[in-house]
T-cell receptor, first 116, second 116 residues
Framework: ETGVTQSPTHLIKTRGQQVTLRCSSQ?????VSWYQQALGQGPQFIFQ???????GRGNFPPRFSGLQFPNYSSELNVNALELDDSALYLC???????????????FGPGTRLTVL | DQQVKQNSPSLSVQEGRISILNCDYT??????FLWYKKYPAEGPTFLIS?????DKNEDGRFTVFLNKSAKHLSLHIVPSQPGDSAVYFC???????????????FGQGTILTVHP
């Protein structure tokens, strides 16, 4: 069973640029959630995708957007990067709605984004 | 608005002793609580969870206690081992009959160091 994988591992961008982060969910999981973890803080929920539809969003501006593909992999896109976007971006997959296991999310190792 | 708080940034414990990590929450709508462990360069790993209909859940050396009236939960690790040294995050969500999306609200984390 393959776990959650994320690419790239590290990324350096400059302010104003756009970035795409990728996540492959664990086998059999149809729900993907994205979190932003700033240094010294806990992860903050960005949004979640369930069967290719956005299924909840945290307090992040519209320049944070996402996609989920038919194979349940997902992308996080951030436009007009700001210095405060520097963080670890975590992807988590889970089994899907209606089950208590739904909330037990399995995290990938994250992508470390640095905005200069 | 920090809805989940871990007020101790760090905890140091001797091997073999008990580690107690604490977490407070303010949102009374939360009905499901989780603990995650995170090693450097890895994503958070699910440890143990508890539903609001329970006040205690055990899994091996790990026990989570929930005090709903105080909006407080704690994680006990007995006996503590050097391999337990990591950052521990508590998280909360509203499961509400299986129709809620799995937005996890995390605390800031507590760094646990277990000395041999």
């Amino acid at each position: 069973e393959t776990g959650v994988t994320q690419s790239p591992t590290h990324l350096i961008k400059t302010r104003g640029q756009q970035v795409t982060l990728r996540c492959s969910s664990q086998s059999g999981h149809n729900t993907v959630s994205w979190y932003q973890q700033a240094l010294g803080q806990g992860p903050q929920f960005i949004f979640q995708y369930y069967r290719e539809e956005e299924n909840g969003r945290g307090n992040f501006p519209p320049r944070f957007s996402g996609l989920q593909f038919p194979n349940y992999s997902s992308e996080l896109n951030v436009n007009a990067l700001e210095l405060d976007d520097s963080a670890l971006y975590l992807c988590a997959s889970s089994l899907g709605q209606g089950s208590i296991d739904y909330n037990e999310q399995f995290f990938g190792p994250g992508t470390r984004l640095t905005v200069l | 608005d920090q809805q989940v708080k871990q007020n101790s940034p760090s905890l140091s414990v001797q091997e073999g002793r008990i580690s107690i990590l604490n977490c407070d929450y303010t949102n009374s709508m939360f009905d499901y609580f989780l603990w995650y462990k995170k090693y450097p360069a890895e994503g958070p790993t699910f440890l143990i969870s508890i539903s609001s209909i329970k006040d205690k859940n055990e899994d091996g050396r790990f026990t989570v206690f929930l005090n709903k009236s105080a909006k407080h939960l704690s994680l006990h690790i007995v006996p503590s081992q050097p391999g337990d040294s990591a950052v521990y995050f508590c998280a909360a969500t509203r499961f509400a009959g299986g129709t809620s999306y799995g937005k996890l609200t995390f605390g800031q984390g507590t760094i646990l160091t277990v000395h041999p």
